[in-house]
């Protein structure tokens, strides 16, 4: 009965070097969701993934930030050559589907990893 | 996209109805709006859902004129562990075609005895 797990907690890295967060998804649920929230400021939606496939990649930040998620499970995001402004809290959602219609399925959401570049 | 504008902060004290108000003048016609409420170092959590007219669950009920422009989340009778940030989100997705969900800045609600 786990709900979404984010790995790293927390996450120190020099400005330049390449991260790599991971999300564990409630099992069964078929959508993920990765957002960041920077210090005392409201949740930015990145990406998300309808079983494999991320249909709308434009939330992104910029071309160093990525995305997978393989075998309908596990998602990684992937920034390449962090910089200052980067730092933030990085939450993953997920939800027994994204919208199938109109509507939107409630989003769990894990504890976020902390991650901070100095 | 449709922007959502929330008060910053407001108290309440115990026992209060609270409601919060969230603007959405650019709502699209597929957009739900969703409430969440995140506690400090956790991650937001599912309040209620709607689309338009009101909506009651056993926590909150979602208030949301014809024109959907707005959104108000009504709180009975908060108590101390009520004391969180309150969340307005609005967007949808489209399967398989994408979409945006765009939150609001959050209104810091802080519950006194």
């Known amino acids: 009965g786990a709900g979404v797990s984010q790995s790293p907690s927390n996450k120190v890295t020099e400005k330049g070097k390449d991260v790599e967060l991971r999300c564990d998804p409630i099992s069964g649920h078929t959508a993920l969701y990765w957002y960041r929230q920077s210090l005392g400021q409201g949740l930015e939606f990145l990406i998300y993934?309808?079983?494999?496939?991320?249909?709308?990649k434009s939330g992104l930040p910029s071309d160093r930030f990525s995305a997978e998620r393989t075998g309908g499970s596990v998602s990684t995001l992937t920034i390449q050559r962090t910089q200052q402004e980067d730092s933030a809290v990085y939450l993953c959602a997920s939800s027994l589907g994204a919208a199938s219609g109109s509507s939107s399925y409630e989003q769990y959401f894990g504890p976020g990893t902390r991650l901070t570049v100095t | 996209l449709a922007k959502t504008t929330q008060p910053i902060s407001m108290d309440s004290y115990e026992g209060q109805e609270v409601n919060i108000t969230c603007s959405h003048n650019n709502i699209a016609t597929n957009d739900y709006i969703t409430w969440y409420q995140q506690f400090p170092s956790q991650g937001p959590r599912f309040i209620i859902q709607?689309?338009?007219t009101k909506v009651t669950n056993e926590v909150a009920s979602l208030f949301i004129p014809a024109d959907r422009k707005s959104s108000t989340l009504s709180l009975p009778r908060v108590s101390l562990s009520d004391t969180a940030v309150y969340y307005c989100?609005?967007?949808?997705?489209?399967?398989?075609?994408?979409?945006?969900?765009?939150f609001g800045q959050g209104t810091e609600l802080s519950v006194k005895p």
């Open positions: 993934f309808q079983g494999n496939s991320a249909p709308d």
């Open positions: 989100l609005v967007g949808s997705l489209i399967y398989n075609q994408g979409g945006k969900l765009i």
């Open positions: 709607g689309y338009k």
